[in-house]
Nanobody, 122 residues
């Protein structure tokens, strides 16, 4: 199983980025897929999870209304659209999957991607 996150980079505050996570080695439609991030010196935190029914659960108030996740099972891919980016969004962003359900807990996720770095300049 492999998860490949991409789309990170350097962006100015107020800008947008779209991250992608391509999953191989499993049938994504049977998995909840989540986005996490880890800022320098901080714990990894769950941002959101899109369940097998396509509905997204948001876990962080700090990104509600600015970030949106969507999955494309046909492409085994999940996306994270990030708008109105702020310097405090600077972090390594990870995708992760869990069979059948969603979770905001890092330890509950079964497979992880390597992460993609997002840097937001002020």
């Amino acid at each position: 199983v492999q998860l490949q996150a991409s789309g990170g980079g350097l962006v100015q505050a107020g800008g947008s980025l779209r991250l992608s996570c391509v999953v191989s080695g499993l049938t994504l439609e049977s998995y909840g897929i989540a986005w996490f991030r880890q800022a320098p010196g901080k714990e990894r935190e769950g941002l959101s999870c899109t369940g097998t029914d396509g509905r997204t659960i948001d876990y962080q108030d700090s990104v509600k209304g600015r970030f949106a996740s969507a999955r494309d099972n046909a492409k085994n891919t999940v996306y994270l659209q990030m708008n109105s980016l702020k310097p405090e969004d600077t972090a390594v962003y990870y995708c992760a999957v869990r069979k059948y359900t969603c979770s905001s807990y890092r330890t509950a996720m079964r497979y992880w991607g390597k992460g993609t770095l997002v840097t937001v300049s002020s």
